[in-house]
């Protein structure tokens, strides 16, 4: 009896001693948080710690007012994402990269990414994918054609007789909507309907850009779908390492972490082998300007691509902490690397640029003065069995992650 009674002291003086603890936790939390929010320069978010250095240009970010208006029935809008040096603008028409703001060897803030400073000219008529989110299907489709589960789908075919980028209204010129969730990231969600754009199947899209720490865009994909579909999505940012505008990127020293590449017909529909790159202009394994091979007539490679605009068969088998690329601006020391859970990697080097579009800072963007890094499934997988699979089937969460970290040499 006396030991049961000692018993239930014990638990009694347990249980204060526990609601103690609790309540000291719970006091020192709150005193953090409400500090936390006092300091409006800094907060914590669920991945990232957010700084904002004063110091930034921030005559460089376009204004947000010239990117509000309405879409097709919906809103759409600048956000601005920052974290120390780095300041990324994304809008939701096209889910597309404004700009990306870092500092040059000098310190110097520099816009390194192509992209126009109002939302009206993006409407406008030959896309040129600045920064955009580019699907369902990024990258070509052979004659606009594809079989899946013995069935046939055709699908605009708005390149040559190939189909390029989801079609005639792809991705790039969809209004998503957007959910900014911290200082230094935003979600952006698409619904694709059954059948939109010849695609089968209802597919739910996000894709969320966050600026990390040290000078790194992440950039997070999540799909889902109630039919079997096929699936291929990328950012087309154009990048310029000196500065968008300023001038051709042939002195920008380039290393792609691949041993082959898909080779491709004259309409750039992979042939279906993959090659290796030694000897030939595709060789990145060291660094090499692109100026190096760009003009090499003598490939019939690059004599079809205008150029560089193949798709590299990456060496990082979906790796993301082992590098893809690296790019480095000659006259900025800005260096970026890129790092992908993707399987390959187009590389295409403004060839199409013909200085008809005026861009940001009033510049224009003349033949060849970006590049994109399109890391995404090689093209025209669908048509090509022993490529990596593009299908996403009901039940299936897709997800892929892309990392441009930025630093200086
Ligand atoms: C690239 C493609 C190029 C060109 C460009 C847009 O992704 O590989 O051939 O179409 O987009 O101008």
Redesign the pocket.
Same mark, same amino acid.
């Given at each position: 009896m006396l030991q049961n009674v000692i018993t239930v002291l014990n638990t009694h003086a347990n249980c204060l001693t526990n609601m103690k603890n609790f309540l000291i936790y719970f006091i020192t939390i709150s005193i953090f948080a409400i500090a936390c929010n006092n300091n409006s320069t800094m907060h914590n978010t669920a991945d990232t710690t957010v700084k904002t250095d004063s110091s930034i240009d921030t005559s460089l970010i376009p204004l947000p007012k010239n990117f509000q208006t309405t879409i097709d029935g919906k809103q759409t809008n600048l956000y601005i994402l920052k974290n120390g040096k780095m300041q990324v603008s994304v809008t939701n028409y096209g889910a597309r990269i404004v700009s990306i703001i870092v500092p040059d060897k000098n310190g110097n803030p520099t816009d390194v990414a192509v992209g126009y400073d109002a939302v009206e000219p993006y409407t406008k008529g030959g896309d040129? $994918?600045f920064g955009a989110i580019v699907g369902r299907y990024g990258?070509r489709i052979a004659k606009g054609k594809f079989t899946l589960n013995s069935k046939q789908y055709t699908l605009a075919t708005n390149?040559g007789p190939n189909s =390029?980028h989801g079609g005639t209204k792809g991705f790039s010129r969809k209004v998503w909507d957007a959910q900014q969730i911290s200082d230094s990231s935003v979600m952006l969600s698409y619904i694709s309907g059954d059948g939109e754009e010849g695609y089968p199947g209802t597919l739910n899209v996000q894709v969320t850009y966050t600026v990390a720490s040290n000078n790194k865009l992440k950039i997070d994909y999540a799909a889902t779908t109630d039919k079997p579909t096929v699936l291929n999505l990328t950012n087309?940012c154009y990048f310029n390492l000196n500065g968008q505008g300023s001038g051709t990127i042939n002195k920008h020293l380039v290393m792609i972490n691949a041993d082959k590449y898909t080779p491709v017909d004259s309409t =750039?529909i992979p042939t279906g082998k993959f090659e290796s790159v030694k000897a030939t202009p595709f060789d990145f394994t060291k660094p090499s300007t692109i100026a190096a091979h760009v003009n090499d007539s003598t490939n019939q490679q690059i004599k079809f691509g205008k150029g560089y605009?193949h798709n590299f068969v990456l060496n990082t088998k979906g790796d993301p902490s082992v590098k893809a690329a690296e790019v480095i601006g000659d006259a900025s020391g800005i260096v970026m690397n890129v790092y992908t859970t993707q399987p390959g990697l187009?590389f $295409?080097g403004g060839n199409?640029m013909d200085g008809s579009h005026t861009i940001k800072q009033n510049k224009k963007d003349n033949y060849r003065t970006a590049f994109?890094m399109?890391t995404q499934h090689y093209p025209d997988s669908p048509n090509q069995h022993n490529f990596p699979s593009t299908e996403l089937k009901p039940g299936q969460q897709f997800a892929s992650t892309t990392i441009y970290a930025f630093s200086v040499k």
């Amino acid at each position: 009896m006396l030991q049961n009674v000692i018993t239930v002291l014990n638990t009694h003086a347990n249980c204060l001693t526990n609601m103690k603890n609790f309540l000291i936790y719970f006091i020192t939390i709150s005193i953090f948080a409400i500090a936390c929010n006092n300091n409006s320069t800094m907060h914590n978010t669920a991945d990232t710690t957010v700084k904002t250095d004063s110091s930034i240009d921030t005559s460089l970010i376009p204004l947000p007012k010239n990117f509000q208006t309405t879409i097709d029935g919906k809103q759409t809008n600048l956000y601005i994402l920052k974290n120390g040096k780095m300041q990324v603008s994304v809008t939701n028409y096209g889910a597309r990269i404004v700009s990306i703001i870092v500092p040059d060897k000098n310190g110097n803030p520099t816009d390194v990414a192509v992209g126009y400073d109002a939302v009206e000219p993006y409407t406008k008529g030959g896309d040129t $994918y600045f920064g955009a989110i580019v699907g369902r299907y990024g990258n070509r489709i052979a004659k606009g054609k594809f079989t899946l589960n013995s069935k046939q789908y055709t699908l605009a075919t708005n390149n040559g007789p190939n189909s =390029l980028h989801g079609g005639t209204k792809g991705f790039s010129r969809k209004v998503w909507d957007a959910q900014q969730i911290s200082d230094s990231s935003v979600m952006l969600s698409y619904i694709s309907g059954d059948g939109e754009e010849g695609y089968p199947g209802t597919l739910n899209v996000q894709v969320t850009y966050t600026v990390a720490s040290n000078n790194k865009l992440k950039i997070d994909y999540a799909a889902t779908t109630d039919k079997p579909t096929v699936l291929n999505l990328t950012n087309h940012c154009y990048f310029n390492l000196n500065g968008q505008g300023s001038g051709t990127i042939n002195k920008h020293l380039v290393m792609i972490n691949a041993d082959k590449y898909t080779p491709v017909d004259s309409t =750039l529909i992979p042939t279906g082998k993959f090659e290796s790159v030694k000897a030939t202009p595709f060789d990145f394994t060291k660094p090499s300007t692109i100026a190096a091979h760009v003009n090499d007539s003598t490939n019939q490679q690059i004599k079809f691509g205008k150029g560089y605009d193949h798709n590299f068969v990456l060496n990082t088998k979906g790796d993301p902490s082992v590098k893809a690329a690296e790019v480095i601006g000659d006259a900025s020391g800005i260096v970026m690397n890129v790092y992908t859970t993707q399987p390959g990697l187009q590389f $295409y080097g403004g060839n199409f640029m013909d200085g008809s579009h005026t861009i940001k800072q009033n510049k224009k963007d003349n033949y060849r003065t970006a590049f994109c890094m399109e890391t995404q499934h090689y093209p025209d997988s669908p048509n090509q069995h022993n490529f990596p699979s593009t299908e996403l089937k009901p039940g299936q969460q897709f997800a892929s992650t892309t990392i441009y970290a930025f630093s200086v040499k």
